[in-house]
């Protein structure tokens, strides 16, 4: 397959940054599939600089029949492809047992990047350093279901010995498929349940306002269509332009009009109250989850 521009750019990145030109993913699943189709989309990196090692052999055919070389064996996907940028992509509770096979390759590995919710540098830190303390260098990143269509919204925070080029590295590649911050590791818990979980959120937003559309006589593709359109469309203005989003919820509603008859509807149903909550709940668990995968000792 022909390389871009930019996928040239981006190899000779991991080159600076000391890296091989290769993404291993531990981890197949629902983020996994999202970031690699959205990097595939880029431009940034082709099929044959990904690698995958999954549970199932199951997992393993459908990765395999997208032409992605797949392991069922953490230990075999590290030993040819861990030094690139290894991506940790399973569930919370999955990181003592992969850990193993990172601990054992630290002095190949380059850098880790978690996408584990909740789960802290320090526990990563306790979870993977070697028996003799070698630890690769560490950075955690949120980033969210929409990435797949490159409009995510990431954010990251690296351990303090991890190289500026490896964080400018990850950065950029996160910034293909979207947005990427760095934040303070403090916030990590309520950018987790606001941009992180907050795709579902906005789904279920869309879904109901289907519902009123449909309620109200359209047909259920088109009020989706048009639920969907606006949702976006309101989120691009809050983007571009310099507007509070509440003035531009001012200038929608007429006095005596539609919108407003609408809005004191969901006043009425604390629509603003339930999302505060939602995202608070969402922190909360977060929270927990970070202290579930608190390693008790080394
Ligand atoms: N889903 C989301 O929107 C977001 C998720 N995250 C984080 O991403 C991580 C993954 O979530 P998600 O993709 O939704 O989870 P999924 O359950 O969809 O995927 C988990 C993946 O891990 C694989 N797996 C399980 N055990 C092992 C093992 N021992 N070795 C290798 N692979 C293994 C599974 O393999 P198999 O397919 O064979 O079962 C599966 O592919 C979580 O930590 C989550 O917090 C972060 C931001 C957003
Ligand atoms: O629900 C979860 O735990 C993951 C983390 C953020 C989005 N999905």
């Known amino acids: 397959m022909a390389k871009t521009a930019a996928c040239e750019e981006f190899e000779a990145a ?9 993404i291993a993913f531990i981890g197949g699943g629902n983020m996994a599939t999202a970031l690699i189709e959205g990097f595939l989309k880029s431009g940034l990196v082709t099929q044959d600089s990904i690698f995958i090692s999954v549970l ?8 395999r029949k997208f032409g992605i070389t ?32 990172i601990k054992r390759r630290l002095s190949r590995l380059k850098v880790t990047v978690s ?8 526990s990563l830190a306790l979870c993977l350093a070697a028996n003799d303390g070698t630890l690769c260098p560490l950075i955690r990143i949120m980033p969210n279901m929409p990435s797949a269509v490159g409009h995510g919204a990431a954010v990251l925070t690296a351990s303090a ?11 950029k590649l996160m910034q293909t498929v979207g947005t990427c911050d760095a934040i303070p590791e403090s916030q990590m818990d309520a950018a987790c349940a606001l941009s992180g979980s907050g795709p579902a959120f906005v789904y279920s937003v869309i879904e109901a306002m289907s519902d009123g559309g449909v309620h109200a ?5 088109l009020a989706t269509k048009l639920a969907a359109q606006t949702v976006m469309g309101a989120a691009h203005m809050v983007l571009t332009t310099e507007k509070h989003p509440g003035e531009l919820k001012d200038m929608v509603c007429s006095p005596g009009g539609t919108t407003i008859a609408g809005i004191r509807a969901l006043e009425r149903g604390n629509l603003r109250s339930s999302l505060i909550e939602a995202v608070q709940a969402a922190a909360e668990r977060s929270i927990q989850l970070g202290n579930l995968s608190q390693p008790a000792t080394k």
């Open 217 to 221: 006589g359209l047909p259920r593709a």
């Open 115 to 122: 996408v584990l919710a909740g789960v802290r540098l320090s």
């Open 70 to 101: 797949t392991y069922t064996d953490n230990d075999e996907l590290l030993d040819h492809h861990g030094q690139g940028l290894v991506f940790l992509a399973v569930k919370p509770h999955m990181l003592s047992t992969v850990a193993l096979s």
């Open 14 to 22: 991991c080159v600076g940054a000391g890296l091989k030109p290769e």
């Open 56 to 63: 199932t052999n199951e997992s393993a055919a459908h990765w």
């Open 161 to 171: 010995d991890c190289p500026q080029p490896m964080v400018e590295l990850v950065t």
